[in-house]
């Protein structure tokens, strides 16, 4: 699908695509802006000194943009489970059990794959700083972006998790994953203010 393809979809009636699939692209936009930064500065006769560390840089930017361009689809069937589940017939008291525990395992998707995209979103976030740090000032504004891309995409991802907890009954999994989406808020607060140092003082 292309890009306006996409977002029509995405602005049409249709509960999918939505907040979480929409939150993998801002990441992987962020996550090959880094690349772009981190082939640039590669290839640049100024920059010799950082050529290894941007090719890692690279390497790892494009794996990241691969994964969250693969969790855009994930994020799309785990809500569509869901949705599935909510139609079950529910009529007899077995259609009723067997829709309640079809409904949980599906909320338990729901969940996880946006956690994992605010992982990602946390390490696009993350090598957008070393791609700040590369010292390549003609590329500021773009490393910028990814920074923030990748702090947006995190931001996303997690009101997608928190978005399963209220119906979610297993209360030690929900519990496990808020513990784990204030970790990765607070961690993301403190890379993107270091990131906007980085790019105010170059």
């Not at 941007?54 to 691969?66: N, P």
């Not at 978005?163 to 297993?170: E, F, M, Q, V």
């Not at 784990?180 to 906007?196: C, I, P, T, W």
Request: one cysteine or more; aromatic letters at 2%.
């Amino acid at each position: 699908m292309d890009l306006q393809a996409y977002l029509e979809e995405l602005a049409s009636s249709r509960a999918t695509p939505g907040g979480g699939s929409a939150a993998t692209i801002v990441g992987a936009l962020g996550a090959a802006l880094v690349a772009m930064v981190g082939r640039i500065t590669r290839d640049s006769p100024r920059h010799t000194g950082v050529r290894e560390h941007a090719s890692a840089l690279v390497a790892r930017a494009d794996e990241l943009s691969a994964q969250l361009s693969s969790n855009r689809l994930a994020d799309e069937l785990a809500f569509g489970a869901v949705m599935d589940a909510l139609a079950l017939p529910k009529t007899t008291e077995d259609e009723k059990h067997e829709r309640a525990a079809r409904l949980q395992r599906a909320l338990a998707g729901a969940a996880l794959v946006p956690l994992h995209s605010a992982e990602l979103a946390r390490d696009v976030l993350a090598l957008a700083l070393d791609a700040l740090e590369l010292g390549n000032r003609h590329l500021t504004s773009d490393a910028g972006c990814a920074a923030e891309f990748g702090a947006a995409a995190l931001r996303g991802a997690v009101y997608n998790v928190r978005a399963n907890h209220p119906t979610l009954r297993d209360r030690e999994l929900v519990g496990r994953q808020e513990a784990q989406l204030v970790a990765l808020e607070d961690e993301a607060e403190l890379l993107l203010r270091s990131a906007r140092a980085s790019a105010r003082a170059s």
